[in-house]
């Protein structure tokens, strides 16, 4: 919940005036917004025939409809707006909002200039979304990565005698070759141990987020 006093003085930084009519939208401001969200457009219009405000906030879209026995919020996230249009004419400017499962169409006369300001925002704000999603989506690759690699001295041969097998016994000749293949055995196995490596698994994550609160009467406002 926000204070009146900081809606007011926000209000105040916009310059924004509104009508009398749209007072208890303004005042229910303050049990919709979250802490630490600022109010960045908002503009007063008509919305499926009936009176509303339209507002644009650093986290969300919010159109509030506030009536005497009923209340309708369209809380609406940046990253769910699938398409905005903006219509100007020489009375009148239109938006629409188009979402995954909703049409949003909302018209004034008399805030054409807040309104405009208002499309622009969500507009920027939905391209940062949709190039987040995409980083996301489609990660650049990673560089690979340098890898030192152990180096297992490898044994030098030393040459024997010319005479060093004319008076040996086959079982020394037996015991020699033993010897051999065990170290290279060993030689074998501390490159395996050496070339082995072990990637890192870095999961993504994505998501998004929509609230809405829908209430329907047939009730007009006066």
Not at 59 to 73: A, C
Request: with cysteine; hydrophobic share 35%.
């Amino acid at each position: 919940m926000v204070h009146p006093s900081i809606i007011e003085a926000r209000l105040g930084e916009l310059r924004f005036r509104f009508s009398p009519w749209f007072r208890p939208e303004v005042q229910e401001l303050q049990h919709i917004l979250m802490d630490h969200e600022k109010i960045i457009a908002l503009a007063c219009g008509r919305y499926f025939g009936s009176f509303a405000l339209l507002v644009a906030t650093d986290q969300r879209l919010l159109l509030i409809d506030k009536r005497v026995f009923f209340m309708t919020i369209e809380d609406t996230r940046y990253d769910m707006i699938s398409e905005i249009d903006y219509n100007s004419q020489v009375y009148s400017a239109t938006v629409t909002v188009y979402t995954l499962n909703k049409t949003h169409k909302f018209n004034t006369i008399k805030y054409k200039r807040e309104l405009r300001e208002l499309t622009t925002y969500v507009q920027r704000r939905v391209m940062e979304f949709r190039n987040q999603q995409q980083m996301i989506a489609n990660p650049e690759p990673a560089q690979p990565r340098l890898e030192v690699q152990s180096q297992v001295a490898q044994p030098t041969p030393v040459a024997a005698p010319a005479d060093y097998y004319v008076d040996r016994s086959s079982d020394d000749r037996h015991v020699l070759r033993n010897q051999v293949g065990h170290v290279a055995h060993l030689v074998g196995t501390a490159a395996t141990r050496a070339a082995h490596h072990h990637r890192p698994i870095h999961p993504y994550t994505q998501g998004s987020l929509m609230t809405r609160h829908p209430m329907t009467s047939p009730t007009t406002r006066y």
